[in-house]
């Protein structure tokens, strides 16, 4: 996959540190407003297409943000949904389209690729990519993080509760449906809202799911909704 996005587009403020982060095989997207929201997407995981841009390529999730969100030169399930889910709307503009991705920041969890018939992420790709996850967020200091599916929640509340990793959390939250996960450590606070999986889940319901990210999870959106 051909490179588009335009470098002011995304902050590379963050790079020196991220770059130290063992382990961590794809830079996230930050979009050149995030520090403004704090809001933070984070997917599962990254599919081989036969073309080979993925390997060994650690501006990919970049790339991908870039190509199939920001802009439509290709097609993405999972980015219309997250757009048309922050939205809450079906149609969605390609400036909104870009409102959207220069506003936030996204990465998925598995760090590494998976071949394109394999069922989804492993335990121990979930319990690397959450060690990963508080690396990057202790960087990036998100206020709000919205979770791409339900999946890997177990691993998240298995470290928490058995390799505590510093943070403060309360443990009844793991079991409360939409789940949705306060955390703190020293002074900085955080929280995830789990949805189902924008591209993945049968009868998923953008309004839905649009109502707990605001209602109950009390977000603050990234863009403004008309």
């Not at 590379?12 to 982060?21: H, R």
């Not at 924008?198 to 403004?224: A, M, Q, T």
Request: one cysteine or more.
């Amino acid at each position: 996959m051909k490179l588009l996005y335009e470098k002011e587009d995304c902050d590379f403020s963050f790079d020196q540190k991220l770059n130290k982060i063992d382990k961590m095989n794809w830079f996230p997207w930050i979009g050149k407003n995030y520090i403004k929201t704090g809001f933070l997407i984070v997917g599962d995981s990254h599919y081989e297409d036969g073309e080979g841009w993925l390997s060994e390529n650690r501006k990919a999730t970049r790339q991908f943000i870039n190509n199939n969100g920001k802009h439509s030169y290709f097609s993405s399930p999972l980015l219309r949904n997250i757009a048309k889910t922050i939205y809450n709307k079906e149609i969605i503009s390609e400036k909104e389209n870009h409102d959207l991705w220069i506003n936030v920041a996204y990465f998925n969890l598995c760090q590494r690729l998976l071949p394109e018939r394999e069922g989804g992420p492993k335990e121990e790709d979930y319990d690397l990519g959450w060690s990963v996850f508080f690396k990057i967020i202790e960087i990036i200091k998100p206020k709000y993080i919205l979770k791409c599916g339900i999946n890997g929640d177990g691993r998240l509340g298995n470290m928490m509760a058995n390799n505590n990793p510093g943070w403060e959390f309360i443990s009844d939250e793991f079991f409360e449906k939409p789940r949705i996960i306060n955390l703190s450590k020293n002074n900085y606070k955080t929280k995830i809202v789990f949805i189902n999986h924008p591209s993945g889940s049968r009868g998923y319901n953008c309004e839905e799911w649009h109502n707990v990210i605001i209602d109950k999870g009390k977000f603050k959106l990234p863009v403004k909704i008309k």
